[in-house]
């Protein structure tokens, strides 16, 4: 019996990552492509699997396009002054398009890893989000730090005295899987976040 649970657990740990990946890819996939099918529809053309994801990533390439023409800006202006006049509009606006700019934006705001090291000599793994925060009126430097929690997507903002943390040369996807994974991945890799 222990052999059998021993091989139902080695199993488990090859065909859950492989399933929840493939199981993700096929929700987005059939999540765009139902975009592409509706614009499909509503023009009256036969609907076929892969033509609606293909016809939505054509229009978000075009609109890319089109938004660096300088009427396309004056409107995108235009339509964020109307929305943020709605107070419950604008921060869910504000937070996602920020959201996105910090992931895939030319204004990147995880592009620095750093140690903070806490009063009791042990140390937490951050992302710079801002080098100086001066909207709270803080007598001395302090910067702004992401702080991911271990095995789950989230985190929290946390102010630090400038002293208190240390910039490290590890790229961002590295220093996110080893937190997201609570430092599994370091063993993997040989034990420790590479100099």
């Known amino acids: 019996m222990k052999q059998i649970i021993k091989w139902f657990l080695n199993g488990l740990l090859i065909v859950a990552p492989i399933g929840v990946t493939l199981y993700l890819l096929v929700y987005l996939f059939k999540l765009v492509d139902s ?5 499909l529809l509503s023009m009256n053309l036969p609907s076929i699997t892969g033509l609606g994801i293909t016809i939505t990533l054509v229009l978000i390439v075009l609109i890319g396009c089109l938004s660096q023409l300088w009427l396309s800006r004056k409107l995108l202006a235009w339509t964020e002054r109307l929305i943020t006049r709605f107070p419950g509009l604008k921060t869910i606006y504000s937070m996602v398009k920020d959201t ?14 750093v140690l903070i090291t806490h009063e009791d000599g042990g140390k937490r793994i951050g992302f710079l989000t801002a080098e ?29 005295p400038r002293d208190r943390i240390e910039c490290i040369d590890t790229s961002v996807e590295e220093a996110m899987r080893f937190c997201l994974t609570a ?13």
Not at 104 to 110: A, D, H, L, M, V
Not at 135 to 157: D, N, R
Not at 183 to 195: C, H, I, P, S
Request: net charge positive; aromatic share 8%.
């Open 35 to 39: 975009l592409g099918k509706r614009i």
């Open 100 to 113: 996105i700019e910090s992931l895939i934006g030319e204004k990147r705001s995880f592009s620095q890893v």
């Open 132 to 160: 100086n925060v001066t909207a709270f009126h803080l007598h001395t430097s302090y910067v702004a730090v992401y702080v991911p929690h271990a095995l789950q997507i989230s985190g929290e903002l946390r102010l630090y």
């Open 183 to 195: 430092g599994v991945t370091a063993k993997k890799e040989g034990g420790k976040l590479r100099d």
